[in-house]
């Protein structure tokens, strides 16, 4: 961790406080920090649009902050998402009037400002400390959008609406005392004029929970078990779309089925679009599969196992099976499970884009390939299905990188909470 915002002031021990969590989806990529901060001894609230948990969850006091209207029609383009985001901020601002009134006054705020929420929050509190979730700034060029040209942007003034969705973040700069990014490479995508206020500390990963399990089975159609002594390649997104690298690793397939004639491959993901744009007609899932199933014979389609999205009871047994992950990216926001699986002991193959090289170097935490050549991608997983030694080398390494560098107990939650700390002694 490169940690850049430091206050003046250190404290050891930080008195209680009251603490505000800004997500629309709460708890999101607060969900070890908030609840640590109750067994801290702070009082903790959370203003979200969505109830993700439980009344109480934690010991967090979760507050509904539903939008008051909808959007409008016929906004421009280009100004749209602006427009959701005042959306957003404002019922968030109302909501915060009315706690206000009733006596609530946190010290510290915590908020991702991506889609606007926070945007206002300093209206109503001016002598809270804010602290930012720095996720991810757009640029134009240079990072996801125009990487895959296979998919040209259709408009060019599409980096001008880019631009544009910066603006929540670019208001909350003038507002916020010090920011929190995952990665080094999201962090440094944004400004400079406020990059020096973010400090780099990954969410964490439970790597007690997240651990190698030799006896890790799955049962598949009800019949079929597979377990560690099996051939087994997993794919893991939150939907199948091309900003993960879907494309790529279906067009690997046919090459990597016929060099692997025991291996099976489990595809865990739904059929809709989270990051990128939506496909012309049905869904990118079934575009790919089209697009390979004449190159693969049937008694091979019988060994990929689409799963759709699984619970995470069930998601992490699948990661401990894993012989060869496979984890592809735009440069773009790092995924939490290509961490998980390292912690769980997977031999991982990751595509050779920022921010995953901050977690993979080539042949010590796991190999690294070219996004769009899936031919070396299909040989790559192929030839380490085919060593036992190096992918137990890989997958032993990738643990103790994550154990070292981003153990949710030993080293993000600490880090974490010396940034509230310090973000807490600046106010005054």
């Known amino acids: 961790m490169i940690a850049r915002f430091r ?7 930080t008195p209680s406080m009251k603490i505000l969590f800004i997500h629309p989806s709460f708890p999101g990529q607060f969900k070890a920090l908030a609840p640590g901060l109750v067994q801290r001894g702070h009082t903790v609230h959370a203003l979200s649009r969505t109830m993700e948990v439980p009344a109480g969850w934690g010991g967090v006091t979760v507050v509904l902050c539903a939008p008051l209207r909808p959007q409008a029609s016929g906004v421009h383009l280009w100004a749209a998402e602006f427009e959701t985001n005042a959306i957003h901020g404002e019922a968030l601002f109302r909501q915060a009037l009315t706690m206000k009134a009733e006596g609530y006054v946190p010290d510290v705020i915590v908020a991702h400002p991506g889609w606007g929420d926070s945007l206002f929050v300093k209206d109503v509190w001016p002598q809270a400390r804010l602290g930012i979730y720095c996720e991810y700034y757009f640029h134009g060029s240079g ?8 998919f040209p942007v259709p408009d060019a003034g599409d980096p001008c609406r880019l631009r544009l969705k910066n603006a929540a973040n670019l208001l909350q700069f003038e507002i916020a005392d010090a920011g929190l990014s995952p990665t080094r490479w999201q962090a440094d995508g944004f400004p400079s004029l406020f990059r020096d206020r973010i400090t780099v500390v990954h969410d964490g990963i439970d790597t007690g929970a997240v651990a190698p399990n030799p006896d890790a089975r799955a049962i598949l159609n009800g019949t079929f078990t597979l377990t ?20 790529s690793f279906m067009r690997a397939l046919p090459r ?7 291996a099976n491959v489990l595809i865990v993901g739904g059929a809709g679009v989270t990051y990128g744009t939506p ?18 014979p049937d008694a091979d389609w019988s060994r990929v196992f689409f799963l759709g999205n699984i619970p995470y009871d ?9 012989s060869v992950h496979v984890y592809l990216s735009y440069p773009f926001v790092l995924s939490w499970s290509v961490m998980e699986a390292m912690s769980a002991g997977a031999a991982v193959v990751g595509s050779n884009t920022a921010p995953v090289r901050e977690v993979i170097e080539h042949d010590r935490t796991g190999r690294l390939v070219d996004f769009f050549d899936h031919r070396a ?52």
């Open 279 to 296: 496909p012309p007609s049905g869904s990118w899932r079934d575009i790919f599969i089209d697009e390979v199933r004449g190159s693969i």
């Open 143 to 150: 990072a996801d959008a125009g990487f895959d040209p296979e």
């Open 256 to 262: 990597l089925l016929a060099r692997r004639p025991r």
């Open 228 to 247: 560690r002594a099996d051939e087994v390649v997993t794919f893991v997104n939150r939907t199948l779309e091309p900003y993960r690298g879907y494309h």
């Open 314 to 322: 069930h998601f992490i047994p699948l990661l401990q099976l894993s």
């Open 377 to 428: 991608l299909a040989d790559t997983v192929a030839d380490l299905l085919a060593d036992r030694a190096a992918r137990d080398r890989l997958g032993a390494e990738a643990r103790a990188f994550i154990r070292a560098n981003h153990d949710l107990h030993t080293v993000c939650l600490p880090r974490q909470f010396a940034w509230i700390d310090e973000l807490a002694d600046g106010r005054g």
């Open 7 to 13: 206050s003046p002031f250190r404290r050891t021990v």
